[in-house]
Structure formats: C-alpha cells, structure tokens
C-alpha cells in the first residue's frame, strides 16, 4: 500500500495521508535515522560533508514527513487523525532527545569546530556548527544517570502538554462561531466568501 508520507519526491497530497499510515511512516524514518546515525558516528575525521550535512539531509527527511501531519492535524483534525499525531510525540520527542544528548555526535561537531578545516567553512555552515554544539549542551549531552532521565522525561511532559493546549485551542476554536446578519460588516469580502458564508448559516437554521 502506497505510504503518503513517505513519498518525498512531490509536494504533500493531503487528501492521501491516511491516519494508519502516518505512525508506521514515521517510525520507519526514525528507525533508518537511528542505524545512519550509528554509521555516521563510526567515523574517524569529522567534516562538514561526512558529518553536518548527512545529519542535516536526515532531519530533513523526518521533517518532510512530519510537517505535512502536523500541518493536516491544525486544520482538518479528526478524532483518527488526532489519535495517530499524538501517537507520534513520544517517538519524536524520544529521538529528539536522544539526538541532543549523543555524545559521540557531539564530540564530531566539536571536533569540526577544533580542526583547521572550521576556518574554510561558509559563515553559515560555521553558524550551523556552532548553534548545533550550543544545541547538544542545552539538550543536555553532559549529564549523567539521574539527571539525564529527568530531562528526558521532562521532554516528554513538555510535548504531552504541547499537544493537550494545541487540542484544546483547536476544539477552541473550531466550536466558536457568530451569526451576522448585516452585510455592512462584511465589508472587504470577496462575494464568494459571503456566500460560503450565508449557506453556513443557512445549515445551522441561522438567519446570517
């Protein structure tokens, strides 16, 4: 079955992203993430093409997935869609977290930022090494036992409640409604738009 959210070659097709494919799709990316970044790390001399960039170049796969789910579950949520999205945040906020307290990724930036090489690099790719070491240090590469699974589980807190307030202000504002029965306070719509507007209101018995 043709899996939407991984098809990386077009534009999102919306209408083709389906709920029960959307957690399969995303942890297969973050499964071939995992293995490619156990590969990267094997390495002996970091640079920015055998390190930054293949980094880069998976994040944005996993981003390219996501968004478009993201995106849908703002403006056309469904209870299987919403079910399948929040299905999702652990498993992103796990390899997220993961990510950021990679030693040995870190040691590569660092190493990177060390190396006589760092001074023929591009200012943005000097900026995208430095904020990326920056990154690993607040996500909190250097803690041990007890705190790093604090912080671990505070990134899951904090993506739980992410994503209760975005359900909650979705509902929010999908429930709120106002009948307008002038025109005159329409002023600067497009005909069109008023006339979706008055079959709404035609729809709930409303005089608008």
Known sequence: ?????????????????????IKPAIESIITQNRRAVADLVQQQDFCWEN??????????RLSKAWSPVRHLNSVKSNDALRDAYTACLP??????????????????????????????????????????????????VNLDGIQRERYQQLQKDLSELQSSFENNLLDATQSWEKNIS????????????????RQLAKKKNLSG
Do not use: W
């Not at 209408?15 to 029960?20: F, L, Q, Y």
């Open 1 to 21: 079955m043709e899996n939407s959210p991984l098809d990386f070659e077009h534009l999102p097709e919306f209408s083709k992203i389906k709920p029960d494919q």
């Open 51 to 60: 390190l930054a960039m293949p980094l880069s170049l998976l994040e944005d």
């Open 91 to 140: 498993l992103l906020s796990d390899y997220a977290t993961e990510l950021s307290q990679n030693r040995m990724l870190y040691q590569g930036y660092c190493s990177i930022a060390d190396s006589d090489l760092f001074a023929d690099l591009s200012v943005a790719q000097k900026k995208t090494i430095e904020d990326s070491i920056k990154h690993f240090r607040l996500g909190g």
């Open 182 to 197: 002038s025109k005159n306070q329409l002023q600067g719509l497009p005909e069109y738009a008023i006339e979706m507007l």
